[in-house]
């Protein structure tokens, strides 16, 4: 007999709650930070740190990262898909786009991961009922973000595009990572971010000369 899940506590939504805010939060720490830090080197920095920190949390659990390279050769596609594109593509929009259009854009992802799943990977029952959470999802964000941020669509098309960009990339990188669920979800992410680091230092060092 199948198991019936238990409801949401009190405590994953809390956790929800604050996972939302750090989520949202970011695009206006982005936005501030590309004010003085060139947008390759403030990610490298991004990646940097958060790779840092997790790898920490990774050996102070008593764990360790795969050392078999065919994982890291993957850990390396997600980076690209999950750091090293978006959060560039992202970091050089903000610079003429506000941030809280950033957010509406960006919350597109689940159109992206419906859309590759229903043309390329099928590994889900495409549905009507999908579409429609999608969309509510963004009608969502849009809503506590505030309708004002849509009169700034089209006017840095160019820029505004680049975030698109990005968050195709989040969909394919959603898509991806479910290759990775034989392995503790923490580790895929210090992975990736490492990864994503070792790719994007030198790219700063060349490009910005911070």
């Keep these: 007999m199948m198991a019936i899940p238990k409801p949401a506590t009190a405590i994953e939504l809390g956790l929800l709650l604050v996972l939302a805010t750090l989520w949202g939060a970011s ?3 982005i936005k501030i930070g590309v004010e003085t830090i060139p947008p390759v080197t403030l990610i490298a920095a991004r990646t940097l740190i958060a790779g840092g920190i997790l790898t920490a949390i990774v050996y102070w659990r008593g764990q360790a990262l795969p050392g078999d390279a065919a994982t890291w050769r993957r850990f390396l596609v997600q980076a690209c898909l999950n750091s090293v594109i978006p959060f560039t593509l992202i970091a050089w929009a903000e610079r003429s786009v506000d941030a809280g259009l950033a957010v ?21 029952a495409v549905t009507a009922r999908r579409l429609f959470g999608v969309l509510a999802g963004i009608a969502g964000s849009s809503l506590i ?3 004002q941020a849509f009169g700034g669509i089209g006017h840095e098309l160019t820029a505004q595009l680049a975030i698109v960009a990005a968050t195709a990339c989040y969909g394919g990188a959603a898509i991806f990572g479910r290759g990775f669920g034989h392995l503790d979800p923490i580790m895929p992410a210090a992975g990736s971010l490492i990864c994503g680091a070792v790719i994007l230092i030198p790219i700063s060092v060349v490009v910005d000369r911070p």
Excluded: C, D, K, Q
Excluded at 111 to 122: E, P, V
């Design 27 to 29: 695009y206006t720490l």
């Design 104 to 124: 509406i854009l960006n919350s597109t992802t689940p159109i992206f991961t419906f859309l590759l799943t229903a043309l390329i990977t099928r590994h889900e």
């Design 145 to 147: 973000i505030g309708v």
